[in-house]
T-cell receptor, first 112, second 115 residues
């Protein structure tokens, strides 16, 4: 099956700086890559996603890039704010689109 | 719409007991799934269903059963609870339609402790 690796496991940035989280995947047939934000004690919530036919997608301060050749994708958060502090998970879908494989999460702390 | 609901929110079991975690959605979503979340391991797929009457195994199915008799409900059964099943369980669903199938909406979770 798919193997998704996520780095770093923890990340601290100053408010206003940028944060970058990287994931790699193993199955070249994977074609959908969502990112989830999970606040303490809450459910994961989708913040942005990208499909394999697109190289980059942006939504306000959040962007995701995908390199299919290298099989890695990254989450970029610009102008970070304290409310961005949370655990972020990347995921990749199986080639059938019915199974999702998650990374182990990145705990982001934005220091005011 | 209530979205995806899960009951109970918390549960403590003794080793060997059985129980059912409930999951329901009122959005007419075809795809439903169950994950467990353990510290440092992200979310792992237990079972999923692409529609009423159809279920399949995910990454970590052992010790769990599911059924999908209606579109709305997708219960997860622990047959004989073990301490290794202590975890937070999330149910998720996705709407039908090309391009939307992948967008998963998660329930609030059930925190299960097995003693």
């Amino acid at each position: 099956g798919e193997n998704v690796e996520q780095h770093p496991s923890t990340l601290s940035v100053q408010e206003g700086d940028s944060a970058v989280i990287k994931c790699t995947y193993s199955d070249s047939a994977s074609n959908y890559f969502p990112w989830y934000k999970q606040e303490l004690g809450k459910r994961p919530q989708l913040i942005i996603d990208i499909r394999s036919n697109v190289g980059e997608k942006k939504d306000q301060r959040i962007a995701v890039t995908l390199n299919k050749t290298a099989k890695h994708f990254s989450l970029h958060i610009t102008e970070t704010q304290p409310e961005d502090s949370a655990v972020y998970f990347c995921a990749a879908s199986s080639n059938t689109g019915n199974q999702f494989y998650f990374g182990t999460g990145t705990s982001l702390t934005v220091i005011p | 719409n209530a979205g995806v609901t899960q009951t109970p929110k918390f549960q403590v079991l003794k080793t060997g007991q059985s129980m059912t975690l409930q999951c329901a959605q009122d959005m007419n979503h075809e795809y439903m799934s169950w994950y467990r979340q353990d510290p440092g391991m992200g979310l792992r797929l237990i079972h999923y269903s692409v529609g009423a009457g159809i279920t399949d195994q995910g990454e970590v199915p052992n010790g769990y059963n599911v059924s999908r008799s209606t579109t709305e409900d997708f219960p997860l059964r622990l047959l004989s609870a073990a301490p290794s099943q202590t975890s937070v369980y999330f149910c998720a669903s996705s709407p039908p339609g090309t391009g939307l199938k992948d967008t998963q909406y998660f329930g609030p979770g059930t925190r299960l402790t097995v003693l």
